[in-house]
């Protein structure tokens, strides 16, 4: 059942519980600080449906999957987001009688996800079997300030005479919903209770990983000794007391966690135990207000403002929101899996989805070191990515990124993408380049991105091969990213991102080698390069790369034998059988002209400055019709290109689309978890489609259009490292600039020179819709 | 290691004991009758490297497999052969140590498979710890004669004086190897002993298949009263008896077994205790003869000799051996699994290894009904194949019969083999047309063939789609017989098959209409037939199928797309890098040049009388340097091929290929199981190959040529049911035919009278070798 919330410009909000959308606002109401996370479980038990999920990032298990066939090269394991310890559990009893909401009756119901604050509250009245009545009003928060840190408050009112007896607890008794066997993925080690005190440490069945958790409880209103309720697998506390009506027990628990990632083994306990009373001795109040500070921070430099909105003005803030819950960029070991630290599906960490839509968000509304640690992340694995390359037969330091990741190793085990799914090695080696065209940050390529760029670029100078019979370089047997596809001849979005990555890489030889020489001679030292040998190749496999077109459509093709499919169009799918993934068997989606996710389409939205408006028109009218948008990376980079293309409806209703995906379950799967990284691609759609803003070499360029909906709306972005805020009205364009010194900003094709602490104004918003973005102004 | 095995006409024989090689030797000494068969597990305990193997047909698990990455309408279950409850244990202890030859020296090892009889036998000296020594003599065959029925004779003879102890046991605690969690895939539900005697009753987890096993045991040179020791796994008795040095101990195991497939299941126990004690009552010699005898009629109609060359010889034999072992065509419930009673690899029964490979040898070397029965298997399977198409999307009576089965649910879980391998169906359709054209038996069309015919011709019609862009019909995103390339475009045989397929509906439906009109107007209703409508659109789709061909080469083109593959051939891949598929990742083989097995080629060897000798040498000499042969099924067809083509030094290098395969453990991998339906093959080779024969209407045609490396080689056939003998020597062919009047048979292109009794001699044979089989003989 779809999750009905509230529209609200800066929470989500649910009404009354609400127990088969319950796992749906799980999902919704989670909370995370980048280092862990958390779906929005109850504190008190719950028995009905549930997904139980508590994530600590670089966590993870290795599960086996080499049960039935086989392939040379697969790996033995995929890594499994990992269900660990629930440190949020307070057990409530009544007059000896449970609370849980499955079976007692709750009133007044309000569960808010308050985002500019970063906070989930949660208030109910409960009725107990014995009819007797109470009132809870919890609130928690990850602290962003304090990532090691989480802080649960949880206060009842007595509402009848009643005994409440209150059970904080640590509970290392969890498991995977995806494990095969239902197996345990955890051992808990130790733990130990003291009154208002516990500790929990557990060790992961393999890698042995291991995590502490402390707590330490704070008790408002009774004035009773704890007593310690520790098995071998949970840690607790248990409070009694007798409340008269109308008074109220306010219990804190703060809980800090430590990892084996950040602590040696030895000094876990001694850690979390110290950041527990810390964090306790700071007190709730102030740990809190210093949470809210760092996100006030925060949406200081990523909020967007929607007028006249309210549901696009929520959606755009639930995907801002839960992405910087997922990455706070302040680790190069930690990246952003697609559910981030909300369900368990995908496993791994790491997929194409950061460098190609995550990258765009981060590198314009974050700190510079944010986008250069998902880049590092990258240079760091490059050694394992060209072992991954040689599984696979390429030698010569050729390197493979994998197509999911949690360390740098493949973990994923369908060939079609495993080994086919190249194209993300070219995503890759582009958000190096976003990153240098948006920082002008050129010293990256000589400390780290130069090295990516080398292996990529012989990978694929290894992987195309030259057919005789066209007279070309061809690249055989690859998936494109619309995963419709499998196995197919010349992927023109694959063929395209290679060619631009040889030539990438030959450009990025020259800049080092002219400002960096020394570095350079060192990298070449050791990438044994053939400088003059392996950059003319690059450039002739570049040169003669071969680019499926037809001359009579005037459209590149997707793929070989494109059009040998059946001339359909999505709008012929029957209604009952959409999302064909749901209801068609592979092989039928195969052969089918029905396309997941932006291909082709993909790849004009990188390169658009290569083609001009009508050639872009051309395969958007083509392709458009022919995508069943079944990927949530597809909609956003179409509201782009429809954008681009002045079809403000058609980007609207996509940017819609996109942004509420979760909000509104178009897929009818959000219980699982929410869609981390396509959120970045709603992002995309206000600022680069309604915006039209990109950058080249550091330049900032600007088109804005608005929807007939909306009055105004304004976003912000970084400009190396310098506040923008620009407000679009109907009437037109106002930048604020916060930079030092003036900077040239292009807007509608002319340049402007923004002083800061002016407002910049250009008339004429509404007036430009429709007029396309000019291709000049991306030269 | 590789077994080495002497080379003797009628036997294999290993001398000496070769631990290494014990698993390999398990699976070339395995035994079966078609019922059960079991891997040449040892009788006394040993704890050194085997694969216990013990395998009763048509029982099966249906083993998870969701595990990790899915698509939509993947079985839920494999069908893994399941090792069953052994029954030819007998532990044996000497001075209370155990006897087991991975602890105790054993001297003058010999085991015999005697090919002739259907016996293996083994016999040793062995050292004890103690220093005492023993000989064993066992023997043990698997009943031809009564299905149900095994039997072990074990002498021990004292070599010192000593005690002995014999334990005869059947054990329900048995493993799979290929399980994934090591679990149990049975429960013992009963066990029983009495002296002498004993009783075990198991039952699968999963579908509940019930198997008795009662044994009854006889000991010669000894009187001792046995002593019942049974546990909740397993039955035994006990003898124990001081031997002085020279005395001998015979005893005599006789297993009966009863299963749910063919008893109630509360008679299993009084079923298989009747058939053990009547075992036991005909005793050990009367049941030997009955057996011998049934191998000695299989021989009558089966046997090729070859002269001249042991390998050759023995080669040939240990194929039809297997072959008879495996199926025995009296329950159509059954199948021929690709290992048969030799290993679990591949699980399931059925794969279209048995239309393709297994019915050209049952159907001219055993009775029809052998061939009929396996027919009617996939006649019971339609309305499975029916529903198995409409998982995939088609609707009307389309029928698609499952890649692998047990039960007639595919239960193989590899989109592009389970989806896309789909020229299986026309396997089965040519099966049938084999069949026909071998026995005259048109009433098969109309009692079961036709309505298979038109479930799998409506599956074409609705698989095949027209390309506006090519202006003929195609067949997009299939798997063809080389596996080493996945969904691809127009895959010549899988098109060829398919128009085949439509047009020999259309010639069924009018021989069904025109000699069985009441049953053809039966088949018409039941399967909704729109006569005319449908049988115009097979017509339609047939004429303009597209064939991909390029008229430089003037070769059939694999598939779509196959010039642009690199221009190299199997010779150029490094030595140590085959076989590629255990050296490359998948994607590499998907992109090489390198054929797995044939493909254009067999549709070649298919469609013969369709094409002139130069058009299949031209294909011949372009396919056959780019194929690996890395299937069982690749050099058989590539044999018969050569020797069609004259080449006969290729077909004797391809045969030997074959036809040793496991014997000399070409591809490192006969510890895991035989290749039984390959086997066909070898046979293909010699008697199509060598001798060119084809059965065309009935009739007989022969085109004999000879190797130089043979004097002489003679293959027996069932022409509709009447034996023919047909010898060959340098000098020329003579036949001899048994039916019961005078039939033409075609030799050389020449019509001559074969008079039953008479042996009819035509000159020559040498002569012709390298002269082409003439096309018209076949048209």
Known sequence: MRTKTRSHEWSVIEEGFHPARHKASESLFALGNGHMGQRANFEEKYSGESLKGSYLAGIYYPDKTRVGWWKNGYPEYFAKVLNSPNWIGIDVEVDGAELDLAKCPASDFLRVLNMKEGTLSRSFTAKMPDGKQLRVEALRFLSMANPAVGVVRYAVTALDDLRLKLVPYIDGDVRNE?????????????????????????????????????????????????????????????????????????????????????????????????????????????????????????????????????????????????????????????????????????????????????????????????????????????????????????????????????NGEECHNEWEITFEEIHRNGAIAFAIHNYVRHTQDEAYLSEYGLEVLIGIARFWAQRATFSPDKGKYVILGVTGPNEYENNVNNNWYTNTIAGWCLEYAREALDIVERHWPARFRDIVARTRLDRAGESARWAKIAAEMYYPFDERLGVCLQQDGWLDKEPLLAADIPAGERPINQHWSWDRIL????????????????????????????????????????????????????????????????????????????????EEGLHITSMAGSWMAIVEGFGGKRVRDGKLFLHPQIHKNWRKYAFRLLLRGHPVEVTVTRDGVSIVYKGPEPVTINVYGVDYRAVPGKVLTVPGAEARNGQALMTAARG
């Open 178 to 406: 995806d494990s095969n066997y239902d197996e345990h993925f955890w051992n808990v080690l130790e733990t130990e209770a003291a009154p208002g005190e516990g500790f929990l440490l557990a060790q992961t069945r393999k890698l042995d990983f291991r995590v502490g958790f402390a707590m330490r409880l704070e008790l408002d209103g009774a004035r009773l000794e704890p007593v310690c309720a520790r098995t071998d697998l949970r840690t607790a506390s248990a409070f009694e007391a007798d409340l008269r009506k109308g008074a109220t027990i306010t219990l804190t628990k703060y809980v800090a966690v430590a990892t084996s990632q950040d602590h040696p083994k030895d000094s876990i306990k001694a850690q979390a135990g110290a950041a527990a009373s810390a964090a306790k001795g700071t007190g709730f109040d102030t740990l809190l207000a210093a949470h809210k500070a760092k996100w006030a921070e925060i949406w200081s430099h990523s909020d967007i403002v929607v007028e006249g909105d309210v549901e696009a003005q929520q959606g755009i803030r639930f995907n801002i929101f839960h992405l910087n819950q997922t990455y706070t960029g302040d680790d190069e070991r930690l990246n952003i899996g697609p559910k981030g630290f909300t369900g368990e599906k995908y496993g791994g960490s790491t997929y194409w989805d950061t460098e190609a839509f995550c990258i765009p968000f981060f590198v314009s509304t974050a700190p510079s070191r944010v986008t250069r640690n998902l880049l590092i992340y990258r240079y760091k694995h490059l050694t394992m990515a060209i072992a991954n390359a040689r599984k696979l037969g390429f030698g010569g330091g050729a390197a493979l990124y994998p197509m999911v990741t949690m």
């Open 591 to 670: 052969r089918s002209p029905f396309i997941k996710q932006a291909d082709t389409l993909m790849g004009l939205y990188l390169f658009e400055e290569r083609y001009d408006f009508e050639f872009i028109k051309r395969h958007f009218d083509y392709y458009e019709p022919r995508t069943v948008h079944e990927s949530s990376l597809s909609p956003c980079i179409h509201a782009v290109l429809a954008a681009r293309l002045g079809d403000m409806e058609k980007a609207y209703e996509l940017y819609l689309r996109t942004s509420r995906l979760d909000l509104d379950d178009y897929n009818h799967e959000v």
